[in-house]
């Protein structure tokens, strides 16, 4: 069955940078690389948001308030994909999800806590 496992969360002053990454498993390479893969991120008491995406055809978007900061890239024969932060701040701070989406279906990673904190 499909996988979504992230790594590399943790805790990290205001101002510096944390590297998530997100492995699937379950799929082969074919079906990775045709797969718009994307992190979304869940603060406290807020919707969960999608922060950046990279499709298929390798188009990304980002929201707003990480353009500038944030870099989603894809390696596709390590089936990962990863999100570099820098210039973190504290509004940063949340679960972060890796997201797969498919034609007909959607499959989640369980989440992993950034937390920006002097």
């Known amino acids: 069955q499909v996988q979504l496992v992230e790594s590399g969360g943790g805790l990290v002053q205001p101002g510096g940078s944390l590297r998530v990454s997100c492995k699937a498993s379950?799929?082969?390479?074919?079906?990775?690389?045709?797969?718009?893969m994307a992190w979304y991120r869940q603060a406290a008491g807020k919707e969960r948001e999608l922060v950046a995406e990279?499709?298929?055809?390798?188009?990304?978007n980002y929201v707003d308030s990480v353009k500038g900061r944030f870099t989603i890239s894809k390696d596709n024969s390590r089936k990962t994909i990863y999100l570099q932060m820098n210039n973190l701040k504290p509004e940063d701070t949340a679960v972060y999800y890796c997201?797969?989406?498919?034609?007909?279906?959607?499959?989640w990673g369980k989440g992993i806590m950034v937390t920006v904190s002097s």
């Open positions: 997201h797969r989406r498919t034609a007909g279906t959607e499959y």
């Open positions: 379950g799929i082969i390479l074919t079906t990775f690389s045709i797969s718009t």
């Open positions: 990279i499709s298929n055809a390798g188009g990304i």
